[in-house]
C-alpha cells in the first residue's frame, strides 16, 4: 500500500493573500474549517516551493457544471468541479519544476454555485509564502451581469455570434473586462456581477421565476436563494476609489418596457431606481467615482438613454455615464475574449482620463 504524503495549509494561513466578497467572520473562529467564494474572480493569491498543488474544498452547485481556476507561473489551469456537498481533494498541478512558484486561485463563475475553500496540499517539504508584489493600493468595485462575470467568455469560435450550447464550461471570470480592466489598471478588484441579473427584482433571468435583481445582491457576500441564506457583506471591507455599474442589459425580460414606452409608469420607475441605486452608492462610497455602462451585447438604445437620464438626474459631477464604441450593438451572444479585451482597452482609457488622483 502506497502512503502519499503532503504539507496542508489551513485556508485563514496568513500567507494567503484573499481578494473579492470574503467574509472575514471564520479568519477569527479558529474552529472554522473553510470561507466561502461566491462572486466571479475572488482569488487567493500565494507563492510556493515543490512540484505539485491540489486545493481542498466542498462544492455547492445550483446550476452548471462548476469549475475552479489557478494561475502558476503565468499558466492558466482549468479543474472540473466533479461532486458537490463533500471535501474533494482536486489536484491543480503536478511535475512542476522544483522551485518557487507564483499561484493565484480564482473563481471562474458566478453564484451559479459556492465554493468553500479548505486549503492547500503541497509537496512534504514545501514552503508556503505571501505573493511577491504587494496588495494593490487602487480599487475597483463593479455591479455588473454575466458580461462582468466572463459567462462564456472562451467560446472564441463564437465571436459574434449567439451562445453555443453550454452548461458552465466556457465561463471564465479571468477573461471579464472587468478583470482585464483591472489588471490593466494594477487595481484589487471586487467583481459584483451575476449571470441574468436584473437592477430590479420581479425581472431579468437570475433566479426565474421568482427574478431576483441586484438591489437584493449588492449589499450581501450570500444571496442565491438555491444555496441557503444570504448574508450581509460588511461595505467598510472595501472602499474602491471607482465603481462601475454594468447594469441594464436583462431588464427588458420578459417585457423590453423601456423600447416599448420610454414614458410608461414602469419606465419611470425603473429610471428612478436607478437614480436611487446610484445613491446608495454614493452614501456607501462618498468620493468613489461611479461609472454607468451597459456592453456590447445587444440590445435597445433605449436603456443608454435612460442610463443616461438617470445619472443625470443625480447632480453628481463624479457620476458619470460611459458608451463603448459598439455599445449595444457589439454582439447577439455573450462577450468572447478578443472582444473583452477590447472594451477593457476602451474602458481602462476612459479611466485613465481622470488622472493619478483619481486613486488618492
Known amino acids: 500500500m502506497t502512503t502519499f504524503h503532503y504539507r496542508f495549509t489551513h485556508f485563514a494561513d496568513p500567507a494567503l493573500r484573499y481578494s473579492g466578497r470574503i467574509d472575514p467572520e471564520p479568519f477569527s473562529n479558529h474552529s472554522a474549517t473553510s470561507t466561502r467564494l461566491v462572486f466571479p474572480y475572488t482569488n487567493i493569491a500565494f507563492r510556493f516551493t515543490g512540484t505539485s498543488l491540489t486545493v481542498r474544498l466542498v462544492n455547492h452547485s445550483a446550476y452548471y457544471n462548476s469549475y475552479i481556476g489557478a494561475m502558476i507561473d503565468g499558466n492558466e489551469y482549468k479543474i472540473p468541479i466533479p461532486r458537490d456537498d463533500e471535501s474533494l481533494d482536486l489536484p491543480i498541478a503536478n511535475r512542476l519544476e522544483p522551485r518557487l512558484h507564483d499561484a493565484i486561485v480564482f473563481k471562474r463563475q458566478d453564484g451559479c454555485h459556492y465554493i468553500d475553500f479548505e486549503g492547500l496540499l503541497t509537496d512534504p517539504e514545501s514552503q508556503i509564502l505571501p505573493p511577491s508584489r504587494p496588495r494593490p493600493l487602487r480599487r475597483i468595485e463593479v ?9 462564456v467568455s472562451e467560446a472564441v469560435d463564437y465571436a459574434g455570434k449567439p451562445d453555443p450550447e453550454h452548461q458552465g464550461e466556457y465561463s471564465n471570470s479571468w477573461y471579464s473586462y472587468t478583470a482585464i ?15 441574468g441579473v436584473s437592477l430590479l427584482n420581479g425581472i431579468g433571468w437570475f433566479n426565474g421565476p421568482a427574478y431576483q435583481g441586484m438591489e437584493s445582491i449588492y449589499d450581501k457576500i450570500d444571496y442565491n436563494p438555491s444555496l441557503g441564506p444570504t448574508k450581509p457583506w460588511n461595505f467598510k471591507c472595501f472602499n474602491p476609489q471607482v465603481v462601475i455599474v454594468a447594469l441594464g442589459q436583462n431588464d427588458s425580460h420578459p417585457f423590453d418596457f423601456m423600447k416599448a414606452d420610454y414614458y410608461s409608469e414602469q419606465s419611470q420607475h425603473w429610471r428612478t431606481c436607478y437614480a436611487d441605486f446610484l445613491r446608495a452608492l454614493r452614501s456607501l462610497h462618498p468620493h468613489a467615482l461611479i461609472i454607468c455602462a451597459t456592453t456590447i451585447l445587444e440590445h435597445d438604445a433605449s436603456w443608454d438613454k435612460a442610463i443616461g437620464d438617470a445619472v443625470v438626474s443625480v447632480y453628481d459631477s463624479k457620476i458619470v455615464h460611459f458608451l463603448y464604441s459598439k455599445n449595444g450593438k457589439g454582439t447577439p451572444g455573450h462577450v468572447r475574449i478578443p472582444e473583452a479585451y477590447a472594451m477593457a482597452h476602451e474602458l481602462t482609457s476612459f479611466i485613465r482620463t481622470f488622472g493619478e488622483d483619481l486613486w488618492k
Open 143 to 151: 455591479y455588473g451581469d454575466s458580461v462582468s462575470a466572463g459567462e
Open 181 to 195: 480592466t483591472a489588471r490593466n489598471l494594477n487595481a484589487e478588484l471586487h467583481d459584483i456581477a451575476q449571470g
